[in-house]
């Protein structure tokens, strides 16, 4: 016999039952008022977006394709060292056949970083996702030059790394090759703008922190209260149809102009606190714009335009999947691999297959880094040279069993 099921709602005081309910009604009435001003902002951006259907074929089957990904854990603090690990790995497809890693269909490489506990534990976690981004181009253009591929696939975007590069650039880091940060920033700025002018190479974004269509309605109207407070990628969720792509150069007219807009309504709030209302948000697309080129330039020391090179497109395999966001040079013709990405995706996620699969293949666990170091401290052990007194010691010194 099944138990009978009471509500919670019923344990309560009855004046305390009415209250909330009176509470709910207020709650869903207010929601259905920001849920109605949603749907006509949607409306109204709808109308000036334009998504063009993907066409359809066979010939995506003909494509030898590469997929990239790298991987690196949480830094570990043992052995008196601050221990990062890091790899990335490839695999190539035909159509949408894996070849055998015994056929040359994939491989693997890693790496680590053990820096003394001094300093800012994140600046050397920066050290290795540069690291780590540096091994994926570089296997990204082997695949390009060496497996006779057509196009790479890479997951992130060709220069995501740059955030917070200008803080490392004066530090030294003396890693093989690379004494300062500034060296290893413009190693792997160098390789990106490579492998981006290729314009075999495209770039899969998972996550897209981009929000250039507030900025665009904010340019436009000059009043926040229209924005949506909402990356590009979750509003698209709401407007794009299936089996369709979205391109930032139809709405804007050039390739970068974006990423202005993206950043518009950060410099807005900056304008208003110091300066009040603008006159005219010309004025402060103008300083976005500057502070946009200026943020490129300090974090990768290279002319912003060499960045807004790269040109951004959504797709949309599913309508029961969000869209996902796609990078390449401005000058590439994306329909074969948009044809590639609605014949082989993955329906749990809408994302091209090849690019779950490596995720899933290549990511080290968070306790990968702990049992790494607990390897460097029984190898540690085994030395004839090193008498099990002095380890002792340099091991209580340090505090081996804590974790930090």
Not at 80 to 98: P, Q, S, T
Not at 136 to 154: N, Q, S, T
Not at 181 to 199: A, Q, Y
Request: net charge neutral; with cysteine; aromatic share 12%.
């Amino acid at each position: 016999m099944t138990e009978e099921y009471i509500s919670e709602w019923s344990k309560i005081p009855v004046p305390l039952q009415h209250q909330f309910f009176k509470h709910a009604q207020e709650e869903a009435e207010r929601l259905r008022e920001r849920i109605l001003k949603f749907l006509k902002k949607l409306n109204r951006l709808k109308r000036e977006l334009e998504f063009r259907k993907i066409v359809e074929g066979e010939d995506w089957r003909d494509l030898r394709i590469a997929v990239i990904d790298g991987s690196f854990p949480p830094l570990a603090e043992r052995v008196g060292v601050r221990m990062g690990i890091f790899c990335a790995g490839y695999f190539i497809f035909e159509g949408n056949k894996l070849i055998p890693r015994d056929r040359g269909g994939a491989g693997y490489r890693s790496g680590i970083i053990a820096k003394t506990q001094i300093g800012e534990p994140w600046k050397t976690g920066k050290i290795v996702e540069l690291l780590c981004t540096k091994l994926e181009r570089e296997i990204a253009l082997y695949c390009l030059e060496e497996k006779g591929v057509d196009y790479v696939l890479i997951d992130g975007p060709f220069f995501g790394f740059q955030a917070r590069c200008q803080l490392v650039r004066e530090d030294k880091i003396d890693l093989p090759g690379y004494t300062y940060g500034s060296d290893l920033v413009d190693k792997v700025r160098d390789l990106s703008i490579e492998l981006m002018r290729t314009r075999r190479a495209i770039a899969v974004i998972k996550r897209v922190r981009t929000m250039a269509f507030d900025g665009y309605i904010l340019y436009k109207t000059g009043n926040e209260e229209e924005c949506f407070d909402e990356n590009d990628r979750a509003i698209l969720t709401w407007i794009m149809p299936e089996k369709s792509y979205f391109a930032y150069r139809w709405l804007f007219g050039d390739t970068g102009v974006y990423q202005y807009y993206s950043n518009l309504r950060g410099v807005y709030h900056m304008y208003v606190k110091y300066h009040g209302q603008p006159g005219s948000m010309n004025e402060v697309l103008k300083i976005c714009r500057n502070v946009t080129n200026t943020r490129i330039y300090n974090n990768l020391n290279c002319d912003p335009n060499i960045v807004l090179e790269a040109t951004r497109y959504y797709v949309r395999c599913l309508s029961s999947m969000p869209p996902f966001c796609v990078e390449t040079h401005k000058d590439v013709d994306i329909s074969p691999i948009l044809e590639y990405f609605i014949a082989f995706y993955n329906p749990a996620t809408g994302l091209p297959f090849p690019i779950d699969l490596i995720d899933q293949e290549i990511s080290l666990p968070r306790g990968m880094v702990r049992e790494f170091v607990e390897e460097v401290e029984a190898r540690l052990l085994r030395f004839k040279d090193l008498k099990s007194p002095s380890i002792s010691q340099y091991f209580a010194y340090i505090g081996i069993q804590k974790e930090e």
